[in-house]
């Protein structure tokens, strides 16, 4: 079985910083890529930030130049430092792992609970 397990959520007022971790446990024998999504309450869930084994990163528009993804394969973990936030950002932030159970399996994806995020004054 596979965990993912988010912390750092909370209440921040505009302008501020918050970094989520999100760490994977279980049966893993590698992972593809992870992901940060979110979702406001009458909103679909989008992608935030994703960062593949080889380091490559992609955000999405909205968040450039403020959030930062990073990982530690060691540790199978995944950080988002998000900066300068605004009360836009406020959402449910869910992780996300690409990843295989066991060589020659195919890659699937798996959820975090979520965590949420508040940004007001």
């Not at 950080?79 to 690409?98: F, G, I």
């Not at 060589?103 to 699937?108: D, K, L, N, Y």
């Not at 965590?115 to 004054?121: E, F």
């Amino acid at each position: 079985q596979v965990q993912l397990v988010e912390s750092g959520g909370g209440l921040v007022q505009p302008g501020g910083s918050l970094r989520l971790s999100c760490a994977a446990s279980g049966s893993i024998f590698s992972i593809n890529a992870m992901g940060w999504y979110r979702q406001a309450p009458g909103k679909q869930r989008e992608l935030v930030a994703r960062i593949i084994s080889g380091g490559s990163t992609n955000y999405a528009d909205s968040v450039k130049g403020r959030f930062t993804i990073s990982r530690d394969n060691a540790k199978n973990t995944v950080y988002l430092q998000m900066n300068s936030l605004k009360p836009e950002d406020t959402a449910v932030y869910y992780c996300n792992a690409d990843l295989r159970v066991r060589v020659g399996v195919r890659i699937q994806g798996y959820w975090g609970q979520g965590t949420q995020v508040t940004v007001s004054s």
